[in-house]
């Protein structure tokens, strides 16, 4: 008559070979990539768990960054203002960001800080000459205003951000400053800013940055700022905290930070050979020697990218960029001689393995490909543990920095495995350096663009192919459809129940897919 592989009735005259395949081949290499990921998940739960467990003694013991480190507020009675008070730069790099550039501009012009021992600079690499001139007349408005404020423009081409801010350290304006404070163009310091971080920096010669944490002005924009919102709370508030306060090592953010110059130079200076200049200048620093220090009560407002295609454009390049970082300097980090073991193997393995590569690698692959797949192949098992605890667990965890959206958690999860499609894409051309290991799109930064009632009311006409690749997204639907066959098959033969979860990940690449996330501004 025939026989049964799974609940599938397969004709006599084939069921020998369809056997060997179906026992020799697939079902072994199921099973061996069911372990492989439950390998995955094991690390990243004990990343998670150890991180918690270091937040959780900062916070018992009171291990706050002025208690490990030597701060004095500067006074302003001082007779002498320059002994008093160093030399700062402060960097403003942009790049044809009209709608926000006047926030950034504004912020550091009004910092507390006296107005000689402050050189404000903004690094303009705009292409549209009319954004040229309206920032240019933004910085001559402020100057006449007293502030010390240049505008640049770029002498070379070439190196994106990181070349921008190398040749902004070339001028000889700046060989006085002792300090450069970066912020994006949307970003906007607090005018304490400077009075807050920069003692830490003057009475610990041994500090080469001080990071504050980000916080955003249009988190409930919609529902993709929300939960881009959870994601980035959990990494200022626990991944950048626990770095701190046990290896005085994290990932310079880019923005919102302020560098010792001295610490720049010593590390060789910004490099463009990936796209994540910021992290690889942090970690060419740790290898000299250099501390960091997270303030997390010294926070900037900033903008959050709020149509998926901005945010798409930007996690390829935060996924491929440390990936690609890794595979160049894995080699100088295991045989530099200034670090101890324990903070090499905290490099390599926590900072650069467990969360650049294997957390992609296994939500992907285990969520979206071998977990469905399991319910076609029921000799497979996926053990409880491995399939819900331990993945609830991590879930739990992750939450702990945003306790308003808890009741988005379970959303948030099914939209990260979603997106973990592309983080796993990017990682993957990083390691391999493929042609777009290096692709720089600026992230758009809309302002108020949205509130603008006149942009409301304008309508465009948008072609067929330009609404399938910027509204419809063809990989995600064919995702959703491989997971509703899985769905329906475990629903009518399984004995799992995970159909429960296909289904509401379908349900998740499916809104993903048409692009009913985030804020859609359809382009004539």
């Not at 005259?13 to 995955?40: F, G, N």
């Not at 309508?459 to 066959?485: D, N, P, T, W, Y």
Request: overall charge positive; some cysteine; glycine content about 6%.
């Amino acid at each position: 008559m025939g026989e049964i592989y799974g609940k599938i009735l397969i004709p006599e005259s084939y069921s020998s070979d369809i056997w060997v395949v179906w026992e020799l081949m697939i079902v072994p290499l199921l099973t061996i990539c069911v372990y492989i990921c439950l390998a995955m998940s094991a690390m990243v739960f004990i990343e998670r768990v150890y991180m918690g467990a270091v937040i959780l003694v900062v916070k018992l013991f009171g291990m706050k960054p002025q208690n490990r480190y030597k701060w004095e507020a500067i006074k302003d009675d001082s007779e002498d203002a320059n002994a008093t008070f160093p030399m700062v730069l402060v960097q403003i790099p942009m790049c044809n960001e009209k709608e926000v550039y006047k926030i950034s501009i504004g912020a550091a012009s009004n910092l507390s800080w006296p107005s000689h021992r402050l050189l404000i600079q903004v690094l303009d690499d705009s292409t549209d000459l009319l954004i040229k001139d309206m920032i240019e007349k933004e910085c001559l408005r402020w100057g006449s205003k007293g502030v010390n404020i240049r505008y640049q423009i770029r002498e070379r081409q070439g190196g994106y951000k990181a070349g921008l801010l190398k040749q902004g350290l070339e001028h000889d304006y700046v060989k006085e400053c002792e300090y450069v404070a970066i912020f994006d163009s949307d970003f906007r310091p607090e005018p304490d800013f400077l009075r807050r971080s920069v003692p830490f920096l003057i009475h610990n010669p041994e500090l080469a940055l001080v990071q504050a944490r980000w916080r955003f002005v249009n988190a409930d924009e919609c529902l993709l700022t929300r939960m881009q919102e959870m994601s980035f709370d959990y990494h200022f508030m626990v991944e950048q905290e626990a770095g701190s306060a046990t290896h005085a090592f994290f990932g310079f953010n880019g923005t919102g930070g302020i560098w010792r110059i001295a610490a720049i130079n010593d590390a060789g200076g910004w490099n463009d050979r990936t796209t994540v200049e910021d992290m690889d200048l942090a970690v060419r620093a740790s290898l000299k020697g250099w501390k960091f220090l997270y303030l997390g009560d010294l926070q900037v407002y900033s903008e959050l990218p709020s149509t998926f295609k901005a945010f798409r454009l930007q996690q390829h390049r935060w996924s491929s960029g440390p990936a690609n970082l890794f595979r160049k300097t894995v080699m100088r980090i295991a045989t530099n001689k200034k670090i101890s073991l324990y903070k090499k193997m905290h490099v390599m393995y926590s900072f650069f393995l467990v969360r650049k590569v294997i957390v992609h690698f296994f939500t992907f692959f285990f969520y979206c490909v071998i977990l469905p797949l399991s319910v076609l192949v029921p000799q497979v098992n996926v053990p409880k543990w491995g399939a819900i605890y331990l993945p609830s667990i991590i879930t739990i965890l992750n939450s702990v920095g945003t306790p308003r959206s808890f009741h988005l958690l379970f959303y948030w999860v099914l939209f990260e495995n979603v997106m973990s499609f592309h983080r796993t894409k990017a990682t993957v051309i990083g390691l391999l350096e493929a042609k777009t290991a290096n692709e720089w799109v600026v992230t758009e930064k809309l302002g108020d663009k949205l509130n603008n009632k006149g942009s409301k009311s304008k309508r465009s006409f948008v072609s067929l192919g330009k609404l399938v690749g910027e509204r419809i997204h063809m990989q995600e639907l064919g995702i959703a459809m491989f997971l509703f066959v899985c769905g329906c098959y475990d629903f009518l033969y399984g004995k799992d129940n995970y159909f429960v979860y296909l289904f509401l990940q379908v349900i998740t690449f499916t809104i993903v897919g048409f692009g009913y996330i985030g804020t859609f501004l359809p382009t004539p």
